[in-house]
């Protein structure tokens, strides 16, 4: 990791950046593949699959026998793992339900705001050197809770022209309508228009690489919705010296063995701390099944000394991370001011893994800094608000003459006229 010791603020910008290509270097291909899909449908599809996953499929919906099949393929143990798994998550995303907003902002005029949920929904699940399992069920059990009627699942298929056991497990275990095989841009592009086998959505969930994220951001220009950008994965951790170094570099690993374009940056007060940590990293690399994976991750990743808890707050924020560790003497300081962070965890013994997989929490969240201003997945990401109201003939006159008098002065005599109608009839 390239150590860096309490650099000037004129710095962070550079040194917080993302290695990421630009979207411009993205953008002409997504833009050609949605036109193609636009245009032809399954047959573009079909040529996708072919030239970015190898294979020439016969059909890329999966039936209830493979279903089945895979199902009895995935071990008792991970069964009961992904059961368990499934629970917690329930009961969090359960407890987030909220009841009918409902008030009489004055005599006569009833207000009132109820969820209702998207009808369609479209979950990206990426196969590829990891198949995320886990993210059907982050995706799924929310979907189920808000009650969305139509849930397609679109995840890549491999050489062999199946989509990984576990996936199918889990998607028929929480419930999915519809799994195709189909991923990348493709998927994407299929879900927004719609195609002879893939239904069109009116929002679309999940993590991807980049040319994913730039596919579900082009999607929004058609009118279909999007969870949020959720690009390569990406963790900061701020430790000192009460920490341990060994879980710390643990940690790190994690989230680089996602990806070569994966970035981890530690934040720390002790040099010697970072020191340790450092070489606990190389230390646990040199046994990881992925090390080539994370080798690449870790070379763009940093390790930053700050003077003080105040000032790698100050830096925190201004990177605003998807995954937040934060284990110090004072967690409580971080805990409190911390602004941008995609899911925060706690102390030595909560490892970012949690999150990923069983506490309860999404591990659907936003990167590249739009923690900033974006939520991770939760159950109002599959609802809707909708406000209602009622006026009585009593309330539309106790509120008809200020419509009127901004109607007027809006310019808008017809919106001045709905009400005059109203209230001079109530006057016969």
């Known amino acids: 990791m390239k150590l860096f010791i309490n650099p000037f603020k004129a710095e962070w910008l550079s040194l917080l950046q993302r290695p990421t290509k630009s979207v411009e270097t993205i953008e002409e291909t997504v833009n050609q593949i949605f036109k193609e899909v636009k245009d032809n449908g399954d047959t573009a599809i079909k040529k996708y699959t072919n030239k970015f996953d190898g294979v020439e499929l016969d059909t890329n919906i999966v039936s209830k026998t493979e279903i089945e099949q895979a199902s009895q393929l995935v071990n008792e143990d991970l069964k009961k793992a992904i059961q368990l798994a ?236 998807e995954h937040f560790i934060v284990t110090t003497i004072d967690n409580d300081f971080f805990v409190d001011n911390i602004s941008n962070a995609g899911s925060v965890f706690i102390g030595n013994y909560t490892p970012e893994s949690a999150g990923d997989y069983a506490s309860g929490t999404n591990h659907t969240l936003p990167t590249n800094g739009f923690s900033k201003a974006y939520s991770g997945v939760n159950l109002d990401s599959f609802q809707k608000s909708m406000t209602f109201q009622k006026i009585s003939k009593e309330g539309i006159q106790n509120i008809g003459n200020a419509i009127e008098l901004m109607a007027e002065a809006e310019g808008l005599q017809a919106h001045k006229n709905a009400v005059s109608l109203r209230l001079n009839d109530l006057k016969k």
């Open 86 to 321: 499934k629970s917690n998550i329930e009961k969090f995303h359960s407890a987030q339900k909220t009841d009918k907003v409902f008030v009489e902002t004055m005599s006569g005029v009833e207000c009132w705001q109820e969820k209702r949920p998207i009808q369609k929904v479209g979950l990206y699940i990426p196969g590829g050197t990891a198949p995320l399992f886990s993210t059907v069920l982050m995706l799924v059990v929310p979907a189920q809770i808000a009650g969305c009627k139509d849930i397609v699942l679109c995840s890549p298929p491999n050489k062999e022209g199946k989509i990984a056991n576990e996936i199918l497990y889990a998607a028929n275990l929480c419930g999915v309508t519809k799994i195709i095989k189909v991923g990348g841009i493709q998927a994407i592009a299929g879900m927004t228009f719609g195609t002879e086998t893939i239904p069109q959505v009116y929002k679309i969930f999940g993590p991807g690489n980049q040319f994913v994220t730039v596919a579900k951001q082009l999607a929004t220009k058609y009118g279909v919705a999007i969870d949020m950008p959720a690009g390569p994965s990406e963790l900061l951790v701020m430790a000192d010296e009460s920490a341990n170094a060994a879980y710390v570099a643990s940690d790190l690993l994690s989230q680089a063995e996602h990806g070569s374009d994966s970035q981890v940056i530690l934040v720390s007060t002790s040099k010697a701390f970072a020191d340790r940590v450092s070489s606990e990293v190389e230390k646990q690399l040199a046994v990881l099944p992925r090390k080539a994976m994370a080798e690449k991750a870790i070379a763009n990743s940093k390790s930053i000394i700050v003077d003080s808890n105040e000032t790698a707050l100050e830096l925190i924020n201004e990177y605003g991370p």
